[in-house]
C-alpha cells in the first residue's frame, strides 16, 4: 500500500454506516481549527517559522479526520475535542505571548506534530 493512499480523503464519506457519519465534522472541524489556530499563534510572529504553518495545517485536517472517526466507537471523546478546542481559544493570549517571546520552542513542538504525524501515516500503512 502506497504511504500516498492515507492522503486520498481528507473528509471521507458520510454516507450508509460509515463511521465519519456520526460524529464526523463536530469532531473533525473543531480540531482542525484549534491546529491550525495554535500553529498560527505560536509560528507566525516569527517570519522564519511561517513555512511550519503548513504541517499544523496537513496534521490538523488528517489527524483530525482519524480523530473524528474513533469518536464514532467512543462518543464521549466529541465532548473532550470540544474542550480542547474552547481552551485552546481561551487561552490564545498565553500561546501567542509565549510563540513570540520564543524562537526555537515553536520549532521544535513543531518538529514533534510533524513526527506524530509522520508515524501515525505510517502505523496506519501497516495495517
Known amino acids: 500500500m502506497s504511504a500516498f493512499s492515507y492522503f486520498r480523503a481528507p473528509f471521507p464519506s458520510a454516507q450508509g454506516f460509515s463511521p465519519y457519519r456520526f460524529p464526523g465534522m463536530m469532531a473533525h472541524l473543531p480540531l482542525l481549527l484549534a491546529s491550525v ?3 498560527f499563534l505560536l509560528c507566525w510572529p516569527h517570519p522564519v517559522l511561517r513555512p511550519l504553518l503548513v504541517v499544523w495545517v496537513v496534521a ?3 489527524l483530525g479526520r482519524d480523530f473524528a472517526i474513533f ?3 467512543a462518543p464521549f ?3 473532550v475535542v470540544w474542550a480542547a478546542a474552547a481552551t485552546v481559544v481561551a487561552k490564545a493570549a498565553a500561546i501567542a505571548k509565549f510563540g513570540a ?3 526555537m520552542m515553536p520549532a521544535v513542538i513543531s518538529f514533534g506534530v510533524a513526527v506524530v504525524f509522520i508515524a501515525h501515516v505510517y502505523r496506519s500503512n501497516k495495517e
Open 71 to 73: 469518536c464514532h466507537y
Open 101 to 103: 517571546s520564543h524562537a
Open 37 to 39: 489556530f495554535t500553529g
Open 77 to 79: 471523546l466529541v465532548l
Open 60 to 62: 490538523g485536517l488528517y
